[in-house]
C-alpha cells in the first residue's frame, strides 16, 4: 500500500501535448478517478505511472520512492488495459493464475485466489475456455481478474468496465469498489464515464486537454465546479449555460439573459460584488434545479415546451429561451405537448455563474 504522486508531468507525440504539467497525490488507500473525454491524456497519464511510457519531464513517486527510473515489473502495480491483452494460448484458468505463477506461490493458494476472484467476477464458469471463446465483456473481466488476483501496491485501471452491459457495470461498480476498500489498495481508475466516476471516487480529477481541470471529491465537482468545463462535464443532463450581462442594481447583481432578468439573492451578490462583477458572463443552472409548473408561482418566468422525454420516474422538459433550448428536470410525469406554456423558475441557490472570458467560477 502506497500513495502515488506525480508532479508537474509532461507527454509529447510530436506536436501532441498529451499531458500538459499534470500534478496530483493519490494517497495511501485512496480511490481516485482521472475523468476526461477522449484523447484528453488518461491513458498516457497512467501508462507513465505503471512505466509503460517515458515521461518527458516531471516525477513519479510511488511511495516515497522516487520511480521515474524503475522497471515496470519493479513498480509493484497491477494494470488493467484498456484494450485488455490476454494470453491467447492460455485459458481463462492460466491467465489469471499467471502473475501468481511467476511469483511463485504453492499451487493450492493460487487455485483459492483464482477461485474467489472468479467468483468475484462472475466468470467462474469460463475458467476452462479460451480468450477467442469469450465475449469482449467476458474478455474485460478476465483482464480484471488477472489484475485483482494479485494484491499489489497499486491497482491501475484503465476503462475496464467499458464492454459490460449496463447492468453487469453497475454490479462491478459496486463489487470493484468494495473489494478496493478491502483491501486497502491505492487505486488510480480511468474513465470518460461521468457517472461512473461520480459512484466510485473518493476524489475525481477532471481532465481536458491534458490539463487537470479541477481535483476534488465528487459532491464539490457537483456543486462547486471550478470552470465551465467542469460544469458541463459532470451531470446527467448537463447544466444548462446561458449568456447573460451583469450589472448592479441596489447592492443586489441582476443578470440579463434578454429574456429573463435573473436577480441574484443577496449572499451571492455580496460574494460576486467584493471580486468586481464582469459585464458579461455565462449564468448556469441544472435541469434539477429548475423547477416546472403548469401555474405561475412567485419569481416564476413563462416559457415554451419544446418537446418533453419521459422517463418514467422523471421527464426531462426541454423549453425555448430564445433561440436556445434549456432542459428541466421534473421528479415524475409531467406531461405536456410542444407549445404548450408553462412557468419555470430557478433554484437560485444552486445557480453558478461564471465569467464568460475565462469560464471560471465566479459564485
Ligand atoms: N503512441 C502515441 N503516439 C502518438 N500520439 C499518441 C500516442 N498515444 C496517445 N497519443 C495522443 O495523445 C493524446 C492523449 O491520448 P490518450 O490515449 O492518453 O487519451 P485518453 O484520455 O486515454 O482517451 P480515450 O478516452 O479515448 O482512451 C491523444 O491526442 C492521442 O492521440
Ligand atoms: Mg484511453
Redesign the pocket.
Known sequence: MARVAVKDLVKR??K?V?VDRVSFEAKDGEFLVLL?P????????LRMIAGLETPDEGEIYIGDRLVNDLPPKDRDVAMVF?NYALYPHMKVYDNIAFPLRIRKLPADEIDRRVREVAKLLRIEELLDRYPRQLSGGQQQRVALGRALVRQPQVFLMD?PLSNLDAKLRVYMRAELKRLQRELGITTIY?T?DQAEAMTMADRVAVMNEGKIMQLADPAELYFRPANTFVAGFIGAPAMNFVDASAKVEDDTVVLDTGIYRIRLPKDASEVLIKQGVPSEVIFGIRPEHITVSKQEFPGSFAAEVFVTEPLGSETIIDFKHGDAILKAKYPGHFEASPGEKIYIGFQLQYAHVFDKKTGKALV
Request: proline content about 0%.
Open positions: 507525440f510530436g501532441v498529451a476526461g477522449s484523447g484528453c491524456g488518461k491513458t498516457t497519464t484498456q476503462e480511468v470518460h
